[in-house]
C-alpha cells in the first residue's frame, strides 16, 4: 500500500513554469514505476509523463515533450515534474500514480497498470 500527495499546483501566466512534487509513503517507494496525468473540465484524464523505478528512463506525451521533465529522488520518496513554457491548454488536474510493475516508462503511460492514485493538484495557466 503507498498513499500519495500532490503539491506545488497553481495559478501561472502563459510561459511560466510550475514544479508539481508527489511524495508517497512507505518504504517500498523504488519498487514503483510513477506516472504523472492529467484531467481538464470535460475531458478523460490523460497521460503527461512516466518514469521508471529506478528513474533510468522516462517518457512523455507528445503535447508537452521539451516543456516537461519527470524526475524522481527514492531516497525523499518523492517525484517531480518539471513544468515549462505553460500554455492555457495545460489547464488541469494533475494526479500522480504508482504502478507495482518493473516497467520501462514507455510501457507505463497506460492508466490501467497503475494501482495507487493522489487526490490531485490544479493548475491553471492564464492566457
Known amino acids: 500500500q503507498v498513499q500519495l500527495v500532490e503539491s506545488g499546483g497553481g495559478l501561472v501566466q502563459a510561459g511560466g513554469s510550475l514544479r508539481l512534487s508527489c511524495a508517497a509513503s512507505?518504504?517500498?517507494?523504488?519498487?514503483?514505476?510513477m506516472g504523472w496525468f492529467r484531467q481538464a473540465p470535460g475531458k478523460e484524464r490523460e497521460f503527461v509523463a512516466a518514469?521508471?523505478?529506478?528513474?533510468?528512463?522516462?517518457y512523455y506525451a507528445d503535447s508537452v515533450k521539451g516543456r516537461f521533465t519527470i524526475s524522481r529522488d527514492n531516497a525523499k520518496n518523492t517525484v517531480y515534474l518539471q513544468m515549462n513554457s505553460l500554455k492555457p491548454e495545460d489547464t488541469a488536474v494533475y494526479y500522480c500514480?504508482?504502478?507495482?510493475?518493473?516497467?520501462?516508462?514507455?510501457?507505463?503511460?497506460?492508466?490501467?497498470?497503475?494501482?495507487?492514485w493522489g487526490q490531485g493538484t490544479q493548475v491553471t495557466v492564464s492566457s
Open positions: 500514480a504508482a504502478a507495482p510493475l518493473p516497467l520501462a516508462a514507455q510501457s507505463l503511460a497506460v492508466m490501467s497498470r497503475y494501482n495507487y
Open positions: 518514469i521508471s523505478r529506478s528513474g533510468a528512463t522516462t
Open positions: 512507505g518504504r517500498t517507494f523504488s519498487s514503483y514505476g
